[in-house]
C-alpha cells in the first residue's frame, strides 16, 4: 500500500505518484497479449512522458510512439530503442532531425506526407482511416472518416509501392472490442491484397474508470484469428492501458463549502487534471482521513471558472480539510495535460518502487513561469 499523506507530507500537493511494479506487471501483461502474435510493443509518450516512468519500461524493453522533438528527447533520455513517430502535422524540417536520431519508423498521415519521406531510410507506414466508430467520447475517438487523421483505404492502391505497410488508430478509452477487430480485418484486407509487411495497430484499450471493461481476452482472441496467417510483423502503441491505473493525483483539501451540496475545494484543478472537463472522465476519489459522513458532493479545483469541477455529484465519504485525497487510474493524460492556467505551477511526481520512493519531477517553481519572458 502507498502510503500518500507520507508521500504528501514530503513533496507537498499536488502531487503525482505511480508505482514502478504495476507499470512492470502491465507491461508485461501487454507483452503477454500479443506474445503469439510477436508484436513489438511501443507506448505512446503523450499518455506520460516523464522519463524516469519511461525508463522503466524501456527496461521491459517496450520503445516509444512520439508525436514532436519534446517526446523524442524524452524517450531517448530514457533508452528507449524502438521508435514511431507519428503525427498529422510534422515539419519537413523535423525529418533530418529525427533520422539523425535513428527513428525505426514514421507514421505518414497523408497521401500530401507522402513526398517528404521519399528516398528516406524508414519504415513507412501509412496512417488508414477505416471508418469505423469506436463508440468513445468524441474528443478521442479518431477513426471515422469524419476525423483529421489518415488516409481512406481505398486511396490505398496508388501508392503502395511508397510504403512498407498500414497504421491504424481509431480512438482511445475504447472498451468495446468489435470496433478494434472491424478496424483491423479492414486493415488486414487491405495490406495482404497489397503485400504490405508492417501493420501498427494503434493503442486504444479502455481501462476501468467507471466499472465498464475492456474484454482483453476476447480482443487478444480476435486479433489472433485475424492475424493468424499474416507474415509480417505487427505493431501496438498503448498508452492508458500501460499507466493510467499505475498512476494517482494526490491533492490536498483546502476547504469544504457547504452550499445546496457541499463543495470539497482542493488544490489540484482543472490545471492539473483536465480530463474531468474535457471529457466528462470519471476519476475514482478515496477519501483517506475522512468526517464519517458520506454524502453527495463537487470536488473542485481553486481556479477562476465554475467548470473547475474534478467530480460532480460523487457520493463519497466527506474528508476532513486539511487531509489528503487521492484520485485513481491518474497516470495517463493526466501531468502530461496539465497547464499553468492561473499562474499555476506544474505539480511534482513522485515515483514508488517497493519499498523505495523518489522525487522524478521537482515542483515547477513560480520563477519558472517567467524564466523566459522578456520584460
Ligand atoms: N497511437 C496514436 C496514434 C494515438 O493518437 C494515441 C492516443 C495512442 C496511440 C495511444 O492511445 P491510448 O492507448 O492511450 O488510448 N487525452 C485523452 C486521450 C487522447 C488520446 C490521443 N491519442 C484522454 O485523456 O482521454
Redesign the pocket.
Known amino acids: 500500500m502507498i502510503d500518500f499523506e507520507r508521500l504528501a507530507a514530503e513533496f507537498g500537493t499536488p502531487l503525482y505518484v505511480y508505482d514502478a511494479n504495476e507499470i512492470r506487471k502491465r507491461v508485461r501483461f501487454a507483452k503477454g497479449v500479443f506474445e503469439s502474435l510477436n508484436a513489438n510493443i511501443v507506448f505512446?509518450l503523450?499518455?506520460n512522458g516523464n522519463p524516469a516512468i519511461l525508463k522503466v519500461m524501456a527496461q521491459e524493453g517496450i520503445g516509444a510512439?512520439v508525436?514532436s522533438r519534446g517526446e523524442l528527447l524524452a524517450a531517448k533520455m530514457a533508452g528507449m530503442q524502438s521508435i514511431v513517430w507519428?503525427?498529422n502535422g510534422k515539419q519537413p524540417e523535423d525529418i533530418t532531425h529525427f533520422i539523425n536520431k535513428s527513428i525505426e519508423y514514421v507514421?505518414i498521415d497523408s497521401l500530401e506526407e507522402l513526398p517528404l519521406w521519399d528516398g528516406i531510410d524508414v519504415i513507412k507506414l501509412l496512417?488508414v482511416n477505416p471508418d469505423v466508430d469506436p463508440h468513445t467520447?468524441p474528443?478521442?475517438s479518431?477513426g471515422l472518416k469524419t476525423h483529421k487523421?489518415g488516409v481512406s483505404l481505398d486511396k490505398i492502391g496508388k501508392v503502395v509501392d511508397r510504403i512498407d505497410g498500414l497504421?491504424v488508430?481509431i480512438?482511445?478509452?475504447?472498451t468495446d472490442v468489435d470496433p478494434f477487430l472491424e478496424a483491423y480485418s479492414r486493415v488486414y484486407d487491405c495490406a495482404r491484397k497489397f503485400g504490405l509487411k508492417f501493420i501498427?495497430l494503434?493503442?486504444?484499450?479502455?481501462i476501468d474508470y467507471t466499472g465498464e471493461q475492456l474484454d482483453i481476452e476476447r480482443l487478444k482472441a480476435g486479433t489472433e484469428e485475424i492475424f493468424a496467417d499474416y507474415d509480417g510483423k505487427l505493431i501496438a502503441?498503448?498508452?492508458?492501458?500501460?499507466i493510467?491505473p499505475a498512476g494517482y493525483l494526490v491533492a490536498r483539501v483546502v476547504s469544504l463549502k457547504p452550499s445546496d451540496k457541499i463543495f470539497v475545494v482542493t488544490d489540484a484543478g482543472m490545471n492539473t487534471l483536465?480530463?474531468p472537463v474535457?471529457?466528462d472522465?470519471h476519476h475514482r476519489i478515496k477519501t483517506l482521513k475522512g468526517t464519517g459522513k458520506t454524502v453527495t458532493v463537487d470536488v473542485v479545483g481553486p481556479l477562476c471558472e465554475s467548470g473547475d469541477v474534478l467530480a460532480r455529484d460523487r457520493r463519497m465519504e466527506v474528508p476532513i480539510p486539511g487531509s489528503v485525497i487521492v484520485f485513481e487510474n491518474a497516470g495517463?493524460?493526466?501531468f502530461?495535460?496539465a497547464n499553468n492556467y492561473n499562474g499555476m505551477p506544474l505539480p511534482a511526481e513522485v515515483l514508488v518502487d517497493g519499498e523505495d520512493y523518489r522525487i522524478i519531477r521537482t515542483r515547477q517553481g513560480i520563477e519558472e513561469l517567467f524564466s523566459n519572458v522578456k520584460l
Do not use: C
Open positions: 505512446a503523450k499518455a510512439d508525436v507519428n503525427g507514421s496512417r467520447h474528443h478521442i479518431t487523421f497504421h488508430h480512438g482511445s478509452q475504447i501498427d494503434g493503442g486504444g484499450w479502455g502503441e498503448l498508452g492508458r492501458f500501460i493510467g483536465i480530463r474535457l471529457y472522465a495517463a493524460y493526466g502530461s495535460m
